[in-house]
């Protein structure tokens, strides 16, 4: 039987860990080929397989190739194009999560949340959009967050900025290609458990706490988990969304009730 996305090619940043890594695996599960991009060419090179514990460098997985990515250089992302050529699927998940209020924000933190969350996802569409337009065919899944014009959540000042410009760029590349055969969604998660969470948890003074504190913030009960999210992804990857443009898909565990 057929993947969901035999045939077709994604590229997807941020795929050393997390939410990038998940989806990478899954598409290539469901039959694409997939270039999957970091600027960490070590998790990149050496991820863990889809079973978990299984030491499977991505690598080896079939479908998969990887290559090191800036997603913050733009001469980088123009010559990645040119070299990869057309894709199917364009999935951008870089991000930053700047913790703190407006007033404990400076100039750096704003300028770095920018440039990663929003002025990266920029980059990868303009670069890679051309070729879409001109077969008349492809896929753009950006990550947000419910952290954004969907929700005010505390100390999430710049990256609840950047996460609502995530979902303003995504409505308007949709409409400005709605008529072309290229697509363009969105996912915004509620929080998920990822090695950049487990980071931000252990920087905290009590990390017990903290861990407890994030999950009673989740009306479901839990945290989600990446594979969740790469489950939205595939959808909005696939051809059974092809009806679906400037869409946000909120798993969330009901965090927006």
């Not at 933190?109 to 303009?126: H, T």
Request: one cysteine or more.
């Amino acid at each position: 039987m057929a993947g969901r996305l035999e045939g077709k090619t994604a590229i997807v940043t941020a795929a050393a860990a997390g939410i990038g890594r998940a989806s990478a695996l899954m598409f290539a599960r469901e039959g694409a080929k997939v270039i999957a991009t970091d600027i960490d060419e070590k998790n990149l090179k050496s991820l863990d397989g889809v079973a978990g514990n299984t030491a499977t460098p991505i690598e080896r997985i079939a479908g998969i190739t990887t290559r090191r990515l800036d997603a913050m250089d733009k001469s980088s992302i123009e010559a990645a194009a040119k070299e990869i050529g057309p894709v199917d699927i364009l999935m951008n998940c870089a991000g930053y999560v700047h913790n703190g209020s407006i007033l404990e924000c400076d100039d750096k933190a704003w300028d770095f949340s920018m440039n990663l969350n929003v002025r990266s996802m920029f980059w990868m569409i303009q670069a890679f959009l051309p070729a879409m337009l001109e077969r008349g065919k492809g896929s753009i899944i950006n990550i947000s967050s419910v952290a954004s014009s969907l929700r005010g959540l505390p100390n999430r000042f710049v990256y609840g900025t950047t996460k609502a410009a995530v979902i303003g760029l995504t409505k308007a590349v949709a409409i400005d290609t709605i008529r072309q055969g290229v697509r363009c969604n969105a996912i915004c998660p509620g929080t998920i458990e990822t090695p950049s969470l487990e980071q931000r948890i252990k920087a905290f003074a009590d990390p017990e706490k903290a861990r407890k504190d994030f999950i009673a913030r989740q009306p479901i009960g839990r945290l989600g988990t990446a594979d969740e999210i790469a489950a939205a992804a595939l959808y909005l990857a696939s051809d059974e969304s092809a009806y679906t443009t400037g869409t946000l898909l909120i798993p969330d565990g009901g965090v927006t009730l």
